[in-house]
């Protein structure tokens, strides 16, 4: 499965609801700190709003929610993995993606056969503190010639101007959060984000 090169990431289906008419082809539905009615909730939603627009939904962390609702694709962090029961995962027939920040998380997810890698952060990030500095473009380069065919993205401090830079310098597919979220006009700069990326 070809994958788009331009991935956001939202919070809550409202978001799914108002871009995926725009031309959103792959999103990341990443909840946090809310109760498990609002979880399964949010994740069928969004499972039926990108069925509805053709679109690949990930869902991040809740891979036994994702499951139960019939969804395709998980996205794990380093510490969801320490959790998870990957043999259920593929059993269920779910594609994953990892977030990797260091050589030993690299390694440790390359092992996995992972259907994507996440690079991050490539360029400083306001929207988690993180122990990690910037990665930077030769780390893009780097990390894409240890993945080979497995697809790359690049996330973190991401915008429409970095975005080209983070493609030609190796990443397949390049993730944004907040460059749209806390844009004063999100639907300007997600049309802007899928100019700049396909």
């Known amino acids: 499965m070809n994958l788009d090169r331009f991935y956001p990431i939202f919070d809550h289906s409202d978001w799914l609801r108002r871009m995926l008419p725009l031309g959103v082809k792959l999103v990341q539905l990443r909840i946090k700190d809310q109760p498990d009615k609002v979880v399964h909730e949010q994740i069928a939603i969004s499972r039926d709003l990108c069925r509805a627009h053709g679109a690949v939904l990930v869902v991040n962390d809740y891979w036994r929610v994702a499951i139960d609702a019939g969804c395709n694709w998980i996205h794990l962090g380093q510490e969801d993995l320490d959790d998870a029961d ?81 493609l030609q310098a190796g990443a397949d597919i390049v993730s944004v959060v907040t460059d749209i979220t806390l844009n004063a006009d999100p639907e300007t700069r997600l049309r802007a984000w899928i100019e700049a990326t396909r």
């Open 86 to 166: 990957l043999k259920a995962i593929r059993r269920a027939g779910l594609k994953l993606g990892v977030s990797t920040h260091d050589d030993d998380e690299l390694e440790r997810v390359l092992a996995m056969t992972p259907d994507y890698v996440a690079l991050g952060p490539v360029y400083p990030t306001i929207l988690k503190k993180m122990k990690w500095e910037q990665q930077g473009l030769p780390r893009v380069t780097e990390w894409k010639a240890r993945v080979g065919d497995i697809p790359l993205v690049g996330i973190g401090g991401m915008s429409v101007e970095r975005a080209p830079g983070v």
